[in-house]
């Protein structure tokens, strides 16, 4: 049974792409089938998996979304824009620029925040275990796709002051979207990110724990500097021995229990 589950949260540099990158390994290395999708214009998921398309050699997901308006029935080739990287061993659709204008060609499109889940169709989603969709940091009609085409949702926090500006937000838009037009979104969990032992850090992780509850991951990542080195290895923080890759490994095994808890509906 798969589960899509988008790492979101409107706020910039939080560690989406540092979660979504290591999650997706470390899920790899749990014997799970992994699929990473970039669904950001920035690429920062695609560049930390080597990916080079200087040339335009390899078509992206704007380029897929693009093909998708207006034919998404005649949509069966998904596999040709999904790529393997051999080094974290994970395979991935990448991103480009071009999809910053996605706002603009998405603006006519009937039922727009549905394209991406109807682009995700069963032939492609029943090949993994779980999809893990690397989200922007605003709140548009990319984040809106996402959503509406996951079974869940984790929330990176980056336990430091102000954490919880923009939060309120993104838990309506999640609710309107529950309400709407997904009802079985799920919540998997709150993860705070790049926590220290500063006091503030720690208040923040206290509050967190007041907010969610049962919804905050029991492990949270610590602030490090191999997580900015693995970005420029290209390689995953799960791949040798270090502390964040080993949260990074707890948080994969209580995803992976609090997924399967639910029968493999989330
Ligand atoms: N645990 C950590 N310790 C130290 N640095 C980290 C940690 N996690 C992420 N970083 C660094 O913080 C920066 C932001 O992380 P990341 O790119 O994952 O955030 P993001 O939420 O995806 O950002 P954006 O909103 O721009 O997409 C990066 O330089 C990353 O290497
Ligand atoms: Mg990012």
């Known amino acids: 049974m798969y589960k899509i589950i988008s790492i979101a949260n409107q706020k910039g540099g939080v560690g989406k792409t540092t979660t979504a990158m290591n999650v997706g390994v470390a899920l790899r290395l749990a014997g799970k089938r992994v699929l990473l999708v970039d ?5 920062n998921l695609s560049t930390y998996l080597d990916f080079d398309n200087t040339y335009d050699k390899y078509p992206t997901i704007s380029h897929l979304m693009m093909t998708a308006i207006g034919q998404i029935n005649k949509l069966n080739d998904v596999k040709q824009y999904i790529r393997h990287n051999e080094l974290n061993d994970i395979d991935f659709i990448p991103s480009d620029i071009d999809l910053a204008n996605a706002d603009f060609y998405l603006s006519g499109v009937i039922s727009r925040e549905t394209v991406l889940k109807r682009m995700l169709k069963n032939e492609i989603v029943g090949d993994y275990d779980y999809i893990i969709i690397d989200c922007l940091p605003s709140l548009g009609v990319l984040l809106m796709n996402a959503l509406v085409a996951s079974s869940g949702v984790i929330i990176p926090v980056q336990a430091q002051k102000f954490a919880f500006d923009g939060l309120g937000m993104l838990n ?3 609710e309107q979207i529950r309400d709407t037009l997904k009802p079985d979104l799920e919540l998997v969990g709150v993860l705070p990110t790049m926590v220290d032992n500063t006091n503030a850090s720690k208040r923040i992780v206290e509050k967190l724990k007041e907010n969610y509850r049962d919804k905050l991951f029991n492990t949270v990542i610590h602030r ?4 900015v080195e ?7 923080l ?4 270090n502390r964040v890759g080993e949260e990074y490994k707890a948080i994969a095994a209580e995803i992976i229990e609090r997924t399967d808890q639910k029968n493999g509906t989330v």
């Open 230 to 236: 693995s970005t420029d290895k290209h390689k995953s």
């Open 39 to 43: 669904l950001d214009p920035q690429a």
């Open 238 to 241: 799960c791949l040798y021995k």
């Open 172 to 174: 309506s838009i999640f």
């Open 224 to 227: 490090a500097a191999e997580a």
